[in-house]
């Protein structure tokens, strides 16, 4: 309240900016959810602001107002991939670590909407070099983080050298099933396949 020569005066309230409208986290989630599914169902090429909207139940103004182009969309999610990362896990040996992760990664890598966007997003990024460069930042720092919790911890406990080579661990670590489900886009592995690859990884990385 203020005063002047007329007494007293009610302050008017102070509107908010036009253009200040709050982004709604549902509706954001929704939009990054209907991204996913798109890339699935008709590959970055073909990816639409409009099909996402429609697909998400929003406005094309929604997804504008949070991305400017469906590039950056993608980008923004592929980023977000590395930040969130894949859980280390702790059994309390090398191999029992190696063959979980290897059991978490083989799932989420055959996921029907998986399966279909990492094969789609890396010939993309061939012809990228932004989406290359988000692409290898998400699955380098992701895989990165993982490998490096485990290889701490098994230094720890004696089952590898301190100062094994991070590089080699990472490639042993993350390459065999990231070939076998993105390059070679093989059938769910045999039965025994992921014991039997946490073994022979495991005899590899103490042999660094």
Same mark, same amino acid.
């Given at each position: 309240?203020?005063?002047?020569?007329?007494?007293?005066?009610?302050?008017?309230?102070?509107?908010?900016?036009?253009?200040?409208?709050?982004?709604?986290?549902?509706?954001?989630?929704?939009?990054?959810?209907?991204?996913?599914?798109?890339?699935?169902?008709?590959?970055?090429?073909?990816?639409?602001?409009?099909?996402?909207?429609?697909?998400?139940?929003?406005?094309?103004?929604?997804?504008?107002?949070?991305?400017?182009?469906?590039?950056?969309?993608?980008?923004? *999610?592929?980023?977000?991939?590395? $930040?969130?990362?894949? =859980?280390? &896990?702790?059994? #309390?040996? +090398?191999?029992?670590?190696? !063959?979980?992760?290897?059991?978490?990664?083989?799932?989420?890598?055959?996921?029907?909407?998986?399966?279909?966007?990492?094969?789609?997003?890396?010939?993309?990024?061939?012809?990228?070099?932004?989406?290359?460069?988000?692409?290898?930042?998400?699955?380098?720092?992701?895989?990165?983080?993982?490998?490096?919790?485990?290889?701490?911890?098994?230094?720890?406990?004696?089952?590898?050298?301190?100062?094994?080579?991070?590089?080699?661990?990472?490639?042993?670590?993350?390459?065999? *099933?990231?070939?076998?489900?993105? $390059?070679?886009?093989? =059938?769910? &592995?045999?039965? #025994?396949? +992921?014991?039997?690859?946490? !073994?022979?990884?495991?005899?590899?990385?103490?042999?660094?």
């Amino acid at each position: 309240m203020t005063t002047n020569a007329d007494g007293p005066q009610t302050r008017p309230r102070r509107r908010a900016p036009a253009g200040a409208a709050v982004l709604r986290e549902d509706v954001t989630e929704a939009i990054r959810a209907a991204v996913f599914e798109e890339l699935a169902a008709v590959g970055y090429a073909r990816m639409s602001i409009e099909g996402i909207a429609r697909r998400a139940g929003v406005g094309k103004t929604a997804v504008y107002r949070r991305w400017r182009s469906k590039l950056h969309l993608v980008l923004d *999610l592929v980023s977000a991939i590395a $930040v969130q990362g894949l =859980p280390a &896990p702790d059994t #309390g040996s +090398l191999e029992g670590d190696l !063959r979980l992760l290897y059991e978490v990664t083989s799932r989420a890598l055959r996921h029907p909407v998986a399966s279909q966007i990492i094969p789609d997003l890396q010939a993309e990024a061939a012809r990228n070099p932004e989406i290359a460069e988000a692409m290898q930042k998400a699955l380098r720092e992701g895989q990165d983080g993982v490998a490096s919790t485990i290889m701490g911890a098994a230094a720890e406990r004696g089952e590898v050298r301190p100062d094994a080579d991070p590089d080699l661990a990472l490639d042993l670590i993350s390459g065999p *099933l990231y070939w076998r489900a993105v $390059v070679v886009r093989g =059938p769910k &592995p045999p039965k #025994g396949y +992921l014991p039997a690859l946490a !073994r022979a990884t495991a005899a590899a990385l103490k042999a660094l």
